[in-house]
């Protein structure tokens, strides 16, 4: 069965653009998360969705980021405009009333 | 500030040895999970301990929770090359919210 799948796998840019992180839940979880991982602070949970409704915003870090989830099928993480200390490894990972299954991430290097 | 706090940080061992990690808090959860995390791949969950005082065997892994539910620990016998990786506790704050440890770092050196 395929887990949940994140794409860029690597992500490279310039200070000032946009990122756009992209993340398939499995099939019939209707919970997804979005995580960032970083040597200094962790794993920290950005946002949490049920049923493609936001529930809890109060870790995306500022107005800068936004998180959308269209469909039960697919979710985006944005970041615009991105700067240097958003630097690290962002994760999705979504559940059925059950434990959380992560993706491989996505390592954003913003320069 | 991380609810969690895990020892050590990094740990290298060689082949045959046995180790102990720890995850310590203040603080008391309804279950805590631990997840075991390889380069460029994500977290995956290896156990959740729900009950005080609770002992779960995986194989070479044994993972017990704290009788007050604020501290768990996870012992690997006889580790392997394979057990190399970064593990992670987290506990449970809510029905969808965890706080992760900062991980601790195991090299099992052949």
């Known amino acids: 069965d395929a887990g949940v799948i994140q794409s860029p796998r690597h992500e490279v840019t310039e200070m000032g653009q946009e990122v756009t992180l992209r993340c398939k839940p499995i099939?019939?979880?209707?919970?997804l998360f979005w995580y960032r991982q970083t040597m200094m602070r962790g794993l920290e949970l950005l946002i949490y969705?049920?049923?493609?409704?936001?529930?809890?915003d109060s870790g995306m870090p500022e107005d800068r980021f936004s998180a959308k989830m269209p469909n039960a099928s697919f979710s985006t993480l944005k970041i615009q405009p991105s700067e240097p200390r958003d630097s690290a490894v962002y994760f999705c990972?979504?559940?059925?009333?059950?434990?959380?299954?992560f993706g491989d991430g996505t390592r954003l290097s913003i320069l | 500030t991380q609810l969690l706090e895990q020892s050590p940080q990094f740990l290298s061992i060689q082949e045959g040895e046995n180790l102990t990690v720890y995850c310590n808090s203040s603080?008391?959860?309804?279950?805590l999970q631990w997840y075991r995390q390889e380069p460029g791949e994500g977290p995956v969950l290896l156990v959740t301990?729900?009950?005080?005082?609770e002992v779960k065997k995986l194989k070479r892994l044994t993972f017990q929770f704290g009788d007050a539910r604020k501290d768990s620990s996870l012992h690997i016998t006889a580790a392997q090359p394979g057990d190399t990786g970064l593990y992670l506790c987290?506990?449970?704050?809510?029905?969808?919210?965890?706080?992760f440890g900062a991980g601790t770092t195991v090299t099992v050196r052949a």
């Open positions: 990972a979504s559940s059925f009333h059950g434990p959380q299954h």
């Open positions: 099939s019939g979880h209707n919970s």
């Open positions: 969705f049920n049923n493609n409704v936001p529930i809890d």
């Open positions: 603080s008391v959860f309804s279950s």
């Open positions: 301990v729900v009950t005080g005082g």
């Open positions: 987290a506990g449970e704050l809510n029905d969808y919210k965890l706080s």
